[in-house]
């Protein structure tokens, strides 16, 4: 069998198993925001919080509450890497440096989890696991608690409330990631995933030496990042370490957790807003995107552009051989279309334009499917945007699921899709303004453009992946990177938020001879060229003086 095959195998199989799990998750989740009943243990925690879970909030109630948990979040993240000395299973660490905890409390809590440090030699055990493996449950949670506050603006007819936002982020982690993150982490430790609190463990290199690695809880916090869509990792090679990804089949449940939810919140979209069908026009343009990025993203690492793999035959740099080109390629793909981040080989070593293609799956807003939560949340607001153009083309008010789109709702929209090229680009720009911040290069030229976009396009999508050619463990790096995943994860989050009470207090529309059908194949593809055509707008001249102005050289 080639290696074609096999990579097709492999992409084929997951596309069925997805396919099968798509109408249950969907449906359970459904359910789970839906019900009027709390378990016994969401009640504790409403008691401990002090919260009325009977009591409904206005948008902007739900987002202050959003936005305090958040800051208490990264408070305490903050806090604890900077005592972890003091704290046990500290495991001999120093604390954490202020610009590095700083950059390290906002990624994990903004759900990026992008790492400027080496994971086995800079965090104790207690960190891991109290700071950044919860935040890898909480701040997936919110993200899904953003989404389902939206379609409830879809779904009600003049209501002044939107939900309770600490009974969506309860309810999220636990009645949906933690029972399934239990079973996936007993899966992976079955693969040779570590599970233990040892202090050292021998591990052969490649050139047949050994080496120290520090042990820790590897196998549970592999797969809290992975369903929670959040890249990080308790060691620096993250998911190429045999002991985050021990072997083929691993590396195909990874990728599976990466894509099972944001696959999954369609259906559950179309259950809530009473029409399974437009979940299913969502999820089309969600699977078109990711098949072709999929499919692009092999094509060019198997093809090999380059001059280094047309020699030896294959673009094998940077890539485990337990996996191979083809499904480094797929998991490449995947991590970057959603807000995962984990990945398994270097993405600074693909091809150039496979280098691009991940670039692009970010740019393009995470949306197919995007991050748990953020991937739906965006593919609707994308969907607005779209119905208004079409509005505008043949003359008549925008519509979408019953609701007007004017000019407050598109106003929301586009500023919304502004947002992160803002911050790529104009962070890109400082960094290539100033020869102190270029000198952390590793390459000049084209590629040397390509790690710096590629940083500030990874932190502002809140992805947490990095081309690695870039030394951004620096002060200036990691307050400006911080502050583009502060800025590219709540600003978004606000607007949606505002645009689910704008939705929420509207009365239905009734549908017309002119209304748009938005289930249909004719949508479905106008979507997706919105999407492409927004992007290779604002993007193609900062791409065309990196990854393309090298893969065409």
């Known amino acids: 069998m080639s290696v074609t095959e096999a990579g097709m195998i492999f992409i084929v199989s997951l596309i069925i198993v997805l396919a099968l799990v798509h109408k249950p998750l969907g449906d359970y989740m459904y359910r789970v925001y839906t019900t009027t009943r709390h378990n016994v243990v969401e009640r504790g925690v409403y008691r401990l919080l002090g919260v009325r879970s009977d009591a409904e909030q206005s948008w902007g109630v739900y987002a202050r509450s959003l936005l305090a948990f958040s800051v208490i979040s990264i408070l305490v993240v903050y806090a604890i890497q900077r005592l972890q000395d003091k704290l046990p299973l500290s495991v001999g660490m120093a604390p954490v440096t202020d610009h590095i905890a700083w950059n390290t409390a906002i990624s994990f809590v903004t759900n990026t989890n992008w790492q400027s440090y080496s994971g086995e030699s800079t965090m104790g055990h207690l960190t891991q696991m109290a700071a950044l493996a919860v935040q890898n449950f909480v701040s997936a949670s919110v993200g899904m608690a953003v989404a389902i506050a939206l379609v409830r603006g879809f779904a009600r007819r003049k209501a002044d409330t939107i939900g309770n936002f600490w009974v969506d982020l309860v309810r999220g982690c636990v009645r949906i990631l933690l029972p399934i993150a239990f079973v996936g982490a007993l899966i992976l430790v079955t693969g040779g995933l570590i599970q233990n609190f040892s202090g050292l463990h021998e591990v052969t290199t490649l050139t047949g030496g050994t080496q120290s690695i520090t042990g820790g809880p590897v196998a549970s916090q592999e797969v809290i990042k992975e369903l929670g869509t959040n890249g990080g990792g308790f060691y620096n090679a993250n998911s190429a370490h045999p002991f985050e990804n021990a072997a083929s089949w691993t590396n195909w449940f990874e990728i599976f957790l990466i894509l099972v939810i944001p696959f999954a919140l369609p259906r559950t979209f179309g259950r809530m807003v009473g029409q399974v069908r437009q979940g299913y026009a969502i999820l089309a343009v969600m699977g078109i995107m990711a098949l072709a990025s999929v499919l692009l993203t092999n094509l060019f690492e198997l093809s090999g552009n380059a001059t280094v793999p047309q020699a030896v035959g294959a673009a094998m740099e940077g890539k485990e051989i337990r996996f191979g080109v083809s499904n480094s390629a797929t998991f490449g793909a995947a991590t970057t279309l959603t807000s995962t981040g984990a990945v398994n080989s270097f993405h600074d070593s693909y091809t150039p334009f496979g280098g691009m293609m991940t670039m692009f799956n970010m740019m393009l807003g995470e949306v197919a499917p995007g991050g748990v939560g953020a991937g739906l949340y965006g593919m609707l607001i994308l969907a607005v945007i779209t119905v208004f153009v079409a509005g505008l083309m043949v003359g008549r008010t925008p519509e979408y699921l019953g609701k007007k789109i004017g000019a407050r709702e598109i106003k929301l929209a586009s500023m919304y899709f502004l947002i992160t090229p803002t911050l790529v680009l104009i962070g890109t720009a400082f960094a290539m303004g100033s020869s102190e911040q270029r000198a952390s290069m590793l390459n000049g030229g084209p590629h040397g453009l390509s ?89 193609l001249p900062a791409l065309a003086l990196g990854p393309i102005a090298e893969g065409l050289s």
Do not use: K
């Open 451 to 539: 790690e710096i976009l590629y940083a500030f396009t990874s932190a502002s999508n809140n992805n947490g992946s990095a081309f690695a050619g870039l030394t951004v463990n620096t002060p200036w790096y990691d307050v400006a990177l911080g502050l583009c995943m502060v800025f590219g994860r709540f600003l978004p989050i606000i607007l949606v938020l505002a645009l689910a009470g704008s939705l929420a207090r509207q009365s239905p529309v009734p549908e017309g001879a002119g209304t748009l059908p938005t289930h249909r194949p004719q949508f479905v593809g106008m979507v997706v060229g919105v999407t492409i055509i927004l992007v290779a707008l604002t993007f």
